[in-house]
């Protein structure tokens, strides 16, 4: 990568640079034209100098050149003009100088356009290369680098470069020959004049880039800090849990407001030096025309000089300024972003970076299937200089499972990580078969080698998008674009590689099913099934997709086979003693399980003023209420309940199990409703301001009768309610109706759950263990109904969440292990991947995976080291060294170190 700036753009820019020169030349002419074409209208056409008679005309457009004296002397005319007289003379002579505008502004708007162009793709060409240097980061480097502050430089430190790259080379050109026509065409008007500008204009390029100095410096403290202002942001995001749990927020405030505040003194200072610079650049550009007009006006006055020619120079003048501060700028703009270019590749140079990865498609490796793991002398140096892994060799059959035992300093981690070409050894090789995985490209190592650690990582998208990364080497098939987006995407493919961009369509497919051990997306499926088995991930997929709201358009059929899992499920409740664990929505019985808000909307709604939290402030609602004679009768049920609360509550400290059971009022709002039963004396409604009537509404409204036994919502109230609940679905507004789903035994509820769906009913909750013999009976229901295989590729599209947040730990590492699983590595490697469960389930977890993998290698540090006994071969490690191996059940009572260690574990 270029250490310079403009190293950088000569090297990927030069052509659109030279291409560019023609048009600001071809500016340069039609500039100083209309500079000398203002001097023509005055002194010829305005002052008559050339109609000095009656009836006189003047050629216009007339080309006639003088031959030099050596030549023989003479005039050459190649056209003669048009003969105009002195009106139409003058009209001519400024349509021209309009259409000399006209042509100028034309030329600078594509100047500025191809600029812009190539400013936007060599920075879309930077930020490619910066993203592409830290991909081939080895391992050990992002243990020192910040997310935060990597993102910020590519994203936000490079930005100025890419306004700064298409200015590079054509705004000196073209601003200098500005400022150059300018001067030469003053100094050809009136040489005092013409030295007057230029003397003016060497000062302020000597005296302004001196004073600006000092900005570069705050400019780069200023970048420095803000980088640093992301990495610690980024870090108290990472540790939010640690801040929570330590009472340590006041602390982490305190040091970033320190940062913040050293951040302002540093804008403070550098606001106020440019203002000041600015003040003495424009001191300087107004004292020329004081000048012009003072010594400009006498030379008039006493003959010297002509009207026209000093209108012209002030004229030239005006213009001049404005390119000579514009090129201060932009020298002040080049030290600026060569110091950021240079800070940026700074950081993105290393002389470890992993082999650059080919553009172009790579032959399916040939994966050895036979042969041995061979580690040749491994020792890996730390960054303190004490050998982490000291010469490490053994060799293994590639159908053996070997277990990689110690202690927490044993070595064995970085020996899983050397072994899987994650980390660079110091000295020595890894081969597997005859691959020597340690140069290997990261073509081949990617798909012989799998690699799970403790704390796996996955991508915030869904579980099957997760499972499938690990087959996503290259496009293997082309996707089908229509005719007008084939168009777009070659538009896109032309703007990719003029920005030295990958050209490889993200659109296309690029699951390589051959790796998965599938011919086709059928196949792909039934792996998934199976490795879903292995990594003990099923029920909780199952249970993924029964609580997914699925787009019935994605899945053909699935409507109807729900319905008749429903009607299914309602006779198997009702011939069983199930009956009682759901109670099942009947548009004329009041749910007794459901609040009163649920009763009244009897359905779904994507209109937030119709869900329980607001439905009480919903205009439309309150007219139902009004309209049926309950608003009053609800509001001083809300009145009795608020008096409850507050008499319950009163003294109880907030963590109170009752403040749980009543889970519609919040110690917090204990003291709002006793004011407002202090306002309210009775329960008329026109005694209850809007405010308070809401409130008390949205009290009534989370009544559940089968929980809230408070004897308010009585049989004679649930007719009333129901008769509410049919007043409210006749008379929905349209601007209500679509979004608004009501439940129907016969009609799929988009808005609901699968499990909602099938249960079509609330679940009792007042019946001890009604969740799980609901979800047994559910997945007995599935499993007759043939729809396991449905639900689980609908819990496969599962969002996991920013940092797998919606998984519980033990299922990330599962994804994780099952994402390798998946691709069939040659050597599968996991390093205390499953350390986050218990022994029991690391027993089980092993013995499946094991068996799934029978065969074929697996190495496996643990630090359980009980499980060694399953598999074939163990390697001890201590303090970074290979101290013995063999089979677990006779290392275990050979007296060595393993019987030692299993002894201190067991004495621990």
């Known amino acids: 990568m270029e250490h310079s700036l403009f190293g950088f753009i000569l090297r990927y820019s030069k052509r659109e640079q030279i291409a560019i020169v023609p048009l600001v030349v071809a500016s340069m002419v039609v500039y100083f034209f209309s500079l000398d074409l203002p001097k023509i209208i005055i002194n010829e056409a305005i002052q008559g100098r050339s109609f000095t008679t009656p009836g006189a005309t003047a050629p216009l457009f007339r080309l006639q050149f003088d031959w030099p004296g050596f030549l023989g002397g003479g005039t050459l005319t190649l056209f003669d003009g048009f003969s105009l007289e002195r009106v139409p003379f003058l009209l001519a002579l400024s349509v021209v100088f309009l259409g000399l505008i006209v042509v100028n502004g034309l030329l600078k708007v594509r100047i500025n356009t191809m600029k812009g162009w190539m400013g936007e793709r060599m920075l879309r060409r930077l930020r490619f290369i910066l993203f592409d240097r830290m991909l081939r980061f080895p391992l050990p480097r992002f243990r020192r680098v910040k997310s935060a502050e990597v993102a910020t430089m590519i994203k936000d430190e490079v930005e100025p470069l890419g306004g700064f790259i298409g200015e590079a080379l054509i705004t000196p050109l073209f601003l200098g020959g500005q400022a150059i026509t300018a001067v030469i065409f003053i100094l050809v008007q009136h040489a005092m004049l013409g030295m007057i500008a230029v003397f003016v204009v060497v000062i302020q390029a000597v005296l302004i880039p001196r004073l600006r100095r000092r900005l570069l410096v705050l400019s780069r403290q200023r970048q420095l800090g803000g980088r640093q202002l992301a990495g610690r942001i980024s870090e108290c995001v990472d ?209 012989a080698l799998g690699y799970v650690g403790n704390a796996a990582y996955l991508f915030p998208t869904t579980v099957r998008e997760n499972l499938l990364y690990g087959l996503k080497h290259f496009p293997l098939r082309e996707a089908r674009y229509a005719a007008d987006q084939a168009a777009e995407h070659g538009r896109e493919q032309r703007e990719a590689e003029r920005s030295g961009n990958s050209m490889l369509d993200i659109k296309a497919d690029w699951i390589d099913y051959t790796a998965a051990g599938a ?69 004329e019985r009041y749910l007794g399980n459901a609040t009163l808000a649920e009763n009244l909307l009897f359905g779904t709604s994507d209109d937030a003023s119709l869900n329980a939290d607001n439905m009480a402030g919903n205009a439309y609602v309150r007219r139902v209420l009004r309209e049926t004679g309950l608003e009053d009768d609800l509001l001083e049920a809300g009145r009795k309940v608020a008096e409850t609360m507050v008499e319950l509550f009163s003294g109880l400290p907030p963590e109170h199990e009752m403040f749980e059971r009543f889970s519609f009022i919040r110690p917090d709002d204990l003291g709002y409703f006793r004011e407002l039963l202090a306002r309210v004396s009775g329960g008329e409604s026109e005694r209850i301001e809007e405010a308070d009537g809401t409130r008390l509404l949205a009290l009534t409204f989370k009544l559940i009768t089968s929980r809230h036994r408070l004897g308010l919502i009585d049989e004679a109230m649930q007719a009333r309610l129901l008769e509410a609940r049919r007043h409210f679905a006749r008379h929905l507004p349209a601007e209500l109706r679509g979004t608004v789903q009501f439940f129907d035994p016969l009609a799929y509820n988009s808005a609901e759950s699968l499990q909602d769906n099938i249960l079509f009913g609330k679940v009792v909750t007042t019946q001890a263990g009604a969740a799980a013999r609901i979800a047994q009976l559910l997945r007995e229901m599935l499993d007759a109904q043939g729809l396991r295989e449905l639900v689980i590729r609908i819990g496969l599209e599962y969002g996991v969440g920013v940092g797998a947040t919606r998984l519980t730990i033990d299922d990330r590492q599962r994804v994780a292990i099952a994402r390798a699983l998946l691709k069939r590595p040659t050597v599968l490697v996991l390093d205390e991947a499953v350390a986050v469960l218990d022994l029991a389930a690391q027993r089980r977890f092993v013995t499946s995976l094991l068996e799934h993998r029978k065969g074929q290698c697996v190495i496996w540090a643990l630090r359980q080291l009980e499980l060694g006994e399953l598999f074939d071969h163990v390697v001890v490690m201590q303090e970074g060294r290979l101290v013995e191996r063999g089979r677990f059940e006779h290392l275990r009572s050979s007296g060595g170190v393993l019987q030692k260690l299993l002894g201190s574990n067991s004495g621990g």
């Open 239 to 447: 540790g939010i849990v640690e801040i929570h749990a330590n009472d340590t927020s006041n602390y982490e405030r305190a040091e970033i407001s320190s940062r913040l505040g050293v951040l302002l003194q540093i804008r403070l200072e550098l606001y106020q030096r440019k203002f000041f610079i600015k003040f003495i650049n424009n001191f300087l550009s107004q004292v020329t025309p004081f000048l012009f007009y003072a010594l400009g006006g006498y030379l008039v006055i006493v003959g010297r000089l002509d009207i026209g020619a000093l209108v012209a120079v002030i004229a030239a003048y005006k213009d001049l300024p404005s390119p000579v501060k514009e090129l201060i700028d932009w020298d002040q703009e080049r030290l600026d972003v060569s110091m950021k270019y240079a800070q940026v590749v700074e950081q993105f140079t290393a002389d470890d970076l992993l082999a650059e990865k080919r553009q172009q498609p790579l032959p399916a490796p040939a994966l050895p299937a036979a042969g041995s793991v061979k580690v040749s002398n491994l020792t890996l140096t730390g960054d303190t200089g004490d050998e982490l892994v000291a010469s490490v060799s053994f060799e293994i059959p590639l159908t053996q499972h070997v277990a990689l035992l110690g202690d927490h300093r044993g070595g064995g981690s970085e020996l899983a990580q050397m072994i899987a070409a994650l980390v660079v050894p110091t000295h020595g090789t890894v081969s597997v078969g005859s691959i020597d995985v340690t140069g290997a490209p990261e073509a081949v190592n990617g798909r």
């Open 519 to 587: 011919d086709n997306e059928e196949g792909l499926d039934a792996r998934i099934d199976e490795i879903l088995r292995t990594a003990g991930l099923e029920e909780t997929i199952l249970a993924f997709g029964l609580r997914s709201a699925p787009d019935p358009a994605r899945y053909p059929g699935m409507v109807e086979r729900v319905i008749r899992a429903r009607a299914a499920l309602a006779e198997l409740s009702s011939a069983t003693d199930l009956q009682g664990l759901v109670e099942r929505f009947d548009p």
